[in-house]
C-alpha cells in the first residue's frame, strides 16, 4: 500500500460545496463578491464535534452548472467566490486539524472548456476524444465533453493541476469517474504529482468491476467501495443479511489489497433515511460502516436524517444536494438521536483505529439478524444487528466467545461483561469479547 499514514485516521465528512451554499441551483446565480465559499468555516466545528477529521469537498471549481462541467480547473468557481476564500476555508481547516479532499474531473470538461471551444471552432481537437468526426461525450451527457487520455499535453496539464492546488494546501484527490478512464492514464499522472507531494492521497471514484485490479494498475490508494454500499441498505431493507455477509466476503478481499473508501451516503445517490424503508435501520446501516475495514466518509445531513431522492432526470440531484443554514436547522428528534449515535460511534472508531484494517467473520447469518466478528490482529469486537420484528437472542458460548463487554447498542443497558445478550427487535448491540 502506498498511501500516507495520516490517512489511518482519517474520517470524512462529505461536502457538496455548490449545493451546500446555496450557490446551485439558484437564479440569479450568486457572485464572487458573496464569498460564499467562506459559509463552509462555519461548519467546521460542526464537523469537528461529529467527531470527522477531515473536509471531502465536492468541486469547487469554474464551471457552468453543477460542477462536473468543468470550464477552468485553475480558478474556483466565481459562485462560490475566489482563490481568496479557499485560502481561508484551508486555513481554518488547518487551525482545526482538518485534512482537504478536492474533487477532481479529469474525464471530462463542460461545453466551456476554452479549448474545446476552439475545436468547435476549426481548431486543434487533439484534446478530445472522437468518434466518427463527433466529439465523445460522457454517458450520453452533451455538455461533458470526453477528454483524450492519451494526449500528452492532457496528461501534463493534470499533473499541473493537481500539483497546484495540493501546494495551495490540500491533502488529496477524489478522481471523478475514474472509472470510465484508462488506468494507464493514472499510471502517468499520479506518480509525477507524488514525487513533489508525497504525502497526497489519491482516490478513484469507481462504481463497479475489478476494484483490487483498478488500484494495481492506476496507483490510486482508494476507491469508492460500492459494493459495499449496495448491499448495506439492500440486505436491510430486503431483510437478507446473506447478501451483505457475502459483501463483506468481498470486502475483506479487498482489503489485502487496499483499504476502499467506504459510505452509506454521497452527493450522488439517495440518501440514506430514504433509501431505508425503516428510519429505525439507519443506525444499522451506520454500524456497519464504522465497524468494518475502510476510510469511512459520511455525507453531510445523513448525521442528522436528512431525507432526499435521487431521479434519473434533469435536475434529478438537487433534493440529495440541499442548502444549508445552521446546524441543527429544522431537525427533528430523530435527526437528534442520530447525530448523537454519529458521534458515539465515531469515536468508538476512533479508540479502535484498528477498524480500518479489520477483517469481518460471521458468526450467525439468519435472513433478519447478523452477528459478526471484527478483528486484526488481537484486537477485536462482536456486531449483532436485528432488523426482525421479534428479540435475537445470543448465548455468546455458543459463538465461541465466552463472556463479553456490551459497548454500544440500541437501549443498552450500562456496560457489563455477560454471557448471554438479547438484541431487540430491531436493535443493534456492539460488544467487546472477555
Known sequence: MTEPAWVEHAIWWQVYPLGFVGAHP????????????????DWLDYALELGTSGLALGPVFASSTHGYDTTDHYRIDPRLGDDGDFD??????????????????FN???????????????????????????????????????LNHRNSEVIDYTVDVMRHWLDRGADGWRLDAAYAVPDAFWAQVLPRVRESHPEAWFVGEVIHGDYAARVRDSGFDSVTQYELWKAIWSSINDVNFHELDWALTRHNEFLDTFVPLTFIGNHD??????????????????????????????????????????????GGDDAVRPEFTSPFDGVGEHGHQLYRTHQHLI????????????????????????????????????????????????????LGIGHAEIVAGSGAPPAEVVPDVVVPAHGWLILNPR
Open 347 to 398: 469515536g468508538l472508531r476512533r479508540r479502535h483505529p484498528w477498524l480500518r484494517f479489520a477483517r469481518t467473520t460471521p458468526l450467525s447469518v439468519t435472513n433478519g439478524g447478523y452477528v459478526y466478528i471484527t478483528r486484526n490482529g488481537d484486537d477485536a469486537l462482536v456486531v449483532a444487528l436485528n432488523v426482525d420484528d421479534e428479540p435475537l437472542p445470543l448465548t455468546l458460548t455458543g
Open 269 to 314: 445517490v439517495t440518501r440514506i433515511a430514504s433509501q431505508l424503508e425503516n428510519p429505525l435501520h439507519v443506525e444499522h446501516a451506520l454500524v456497519v460502516l464504522l465497524t468494518t475495514g475502510g476510510t469511512p466518509s459520511v455525507y453531510a445531513g445523513d448525521e442528522v436524517a436528512y431525507r432526499g431522492v435521487k431521479e434519473e432526470r434533469f
Open 26 to 41: 439558484a437564479d440569479p446565480a450568486p457572485g464572487p463578491d458573496e464569498h460564499r465559499l467562506r459559509r463552509l468555516v
Open 108 to 146: 471530462h470538461v463542460g461545453t466551456d472548456f476554452p479549448r474545446y471551444r476552439d475545436a468547435v471552432g476549426g481548431g486543434d481537437t487533439s484534446w478530445f476524444r472522437t468518434r466518427g468526426g463527433e466529439f465523445v461525450t460522457f454517458e450520453g451527457h452533451g455538455g461533458l465533453i470526453a
Open 88 to 105: 481561508h476555508l484551508v486555513a481554518e481547516a488547518r487551525r482545526r486539524g482538518l485534512r482537504i479532499l478536492l474533487d477532481g474531473v
